[in-house]
């Protein structure tokens, strides 16, 4: 059974630091693309960063460039997200994903990922 646990998320006050780390296990997802989503209250879910299978690849939304940073450790089968200077905006809801494997290309799309974490809570106050 193909499991993604997010962990790291917290509360942390504006300015601050958290990193995300999910780790997936049942399956090898070493030559799988990876990516963030998150999902506010009353709000649709929205891609946040990816990156591709050998991490020669990532790609982020308007929103957090420069701030979050993805990256990989395929030996622990691990994606981790890195989010600097957060705001009270990026308070949501943060879901890991990845593609099937062999799908090595990252992408923005949420329907072109398979598997999905449970989620973590960030709350970022001001």
């Known amino acids: 059974q193909v499991q993604l646990v997010e962990s790291g998320g917290g509360l942390v006050q504006a300015g601050g630091s958290l990193r995300l780390s999910c780790a997936a296990s049942?399956?090898?997802?070493?030559?799988?693309?990876r990516g963030w989503f998150r999902q506010s209250p009353g709000k649709e879910r929205e891609f946040v960063a990816a990156?591709?299978?050998?991490?020669?690849?990532?790609y982020y939304a308007d929103s957090v460039k420069g701030r979050f940073i993805i990256s990989r450790d395929n030996d622990k089968n691990t994606v981790y997200q890195q989010m600097n200077s957060l705001k009270p905006e990026d308070t949501a809801v943060y879901y890991c994903?990845?593609?099937?494997?062999?799908?090595?290309?990252?992408?923005?799309?949420?329907?072109?990922?398979?598997?999905w974490g449970q989620g973590t809570q960030v709350t970022v106050s001001s």
């Open positions: 994903a990845s593609r099937q494997v062999n799908s090595r290309t990252a992408s923005r799309r949420g329907h072109e990922y398979a598997y």
């Open positions: 990156i591709n299978w050998s991490s020669t690849s990532t």
């Open positions: 049942g399956r090898t997802f070493s030559n799988a693309a």
